[in-house]
Nanobody, 119 residues
Framework: QVQLVESGGGLVQAGGSLRLSCAASGGTFYAMGWFRQAPGKEREFVAAIGWSGGITYYADSAKGRFTISRDNAKNMVYLRMNSLKPEDTAVYYC??????????????WGQGTQVTVSS
């Protein structure tokens, strides 16, 4: 049974940093990504990474501030978020699947971790 468990969310002041982690179990996945959903908004793409880490995609809002990485030996994916803004406040979801991209094409999803950025 595949399970994705996110951690690392919390409350941070604007300009601060957080590192989200996602532990995958029950399978290995070529593509892993992060999405987020703010209150009253649709879920949106944040970042994605291929198996070797050589291919990454970022939403424009994440470029230059967020870094996605993975550790295949541990079956983990990470999202380092710097220079956080109040508009980054959202529930962040880890996703995994066989096709890499920015659309919600991933086969498996975590339950999400809350990130709140105060101004």
């Amino acid at each position: 049974q595949v399970q994705l468990v996110e951690s690392g969310g919390g409350l941070v002041q604007a300009g601060g940093s957080l590192r989200l982690s996602c532990a995958a179990s029950g399978g290995t996945f070529y593509a892993m990504g992060w999405f987020r959903q703010a209150p009253g908004k649709e879920r949106e793409f944040v970042a994605a990474i291929g198996w070797s880490g050589g291919i990454t995609y970022y939403a424009d809002s994440a470029k230059g501030r967020f870094t996605i990485s993975r550790d295949n030996a541990k079956n983990m994916v990470y999202l380092r978020m710097n220079s956080l803004k109040p508009e980054d406040t959202a529930v962040y979801y880890c996703a995994a699947g066989s096709v890499l991209g920015s659309r919600e094409i991933y086969d498996y999803w975590g339950q999400g971790t809350q990130v709140t950025v105060s101004s």
